[in-house]
């Protein structure tokens, strides 16, 4: 598996903020977003891809994932699904041992069976064009139906600006997403700026019916690694 870090936290975002979690971060991602704060893992021409990504074997990632005291894994990324396969041979011995997990993903990739089999929550984050992917590259038909079949993913858009809002709204009412489904989130990596833009978006949420989340990482640790 190619894999960035491996560390104990709280879950920062979303439905599950809050929750004392194992991180699996993987390397690699399919979209290249201009606010990324995880650049890390694929941003060859910033970063050193040798230093930065661990080639581990399926065995050894699960060893290290136990090392922790608890039984919650958040697999985010990069991009988790390109890993699909390395994912289902992992996640089965993982499950024995009574681990429960959420996987973080842009929502461009369907995933595979087995794969949904063992995930107890999707954490949808599908890309706009704040993000500076191309609607190619962001947007996949198919995987936003497949995912808005799925009962238990949440679709989660990160706002800049409320400039970002009509494009959002657009694509809920394109693909027909439950509102209750829905979570915004401010696009911030200071703490200053996260708590300017908390209360603005919590109230837009207030009035659509949509879930709210801060990312209380940045507010617990500032924007580092490992956290």
């Known amino acids: 598996m190619k894999v960035s870090e491996i560390f104990y936290s709280i879950q920062g975002e979303g439905t599950n903020i809050g929750v004392p979690s194992v991180f699996l971060r993987l390397a690699v991602c399919n979209l290249q977003c201009s606010w990324c704060d995880s650049r890390y ?3 060859w021409e910033r970063y050193d891809y040798n230093k930065e990504v661990k080639e581990m074997n399926v065995s050894k990632v699960c060893e290290r994932i136990q090392e922790y005291d608890c ?6 990324g990069g991009e988790p699904m390109l890993q699909q396969s390395e994912l289902a041979s992992l996640l089965p011995p993982l499950q024995q041992c009574g681990f429960d997990f959420e996987i973080e ?3 461009t990739i369907v995933p595979t069976e087995p794969l949904v089999n063992s995930i107890g929550q999707w954490n949808v984050s599908p890309k706009t064009s704040n993000s500076e992917n191309s609607v190619d590259c962001r947007e996949r038909s198919e995987a936003y139906a497949y ?3 799925l009962p238990n993913a949440y679709f989660k858009y990160v706002v800049s600006s409320d400039e970002d809002l009509n494009e959002i709204m657009n694509l809920i009412a394109k693909y027909q997403i439950p509102r209750s489904r829905v979570i915004l989130m401010p696009e911030a990596s200071s703490e ?4 300017e833009k908390n209360a603005w ?3 837009i949420c207030k009035i659509n019916g949509f879930r709210f989340t801060t990312r209380l990482q940045i507010i617990l640790y500032g924007n580092k690694r490992g956290t």
Do not use: P, Y
Request: cysteine-free; hydrophobic content about 40%; glycine content about 4%.
């Open 71 to 76: 039984r919650h894994l958040v697999i985010t």
């Open 147 to 149: 995912f808005r079949k």
């Open 41 to 43: 893992t694929w941003d």
């Open 192 to 195: 200053h700026e996260l708590l």
């Open 105 to 107: 993903t842009n929502g």
């Open 201 to 203: 978006l919590s109230a």
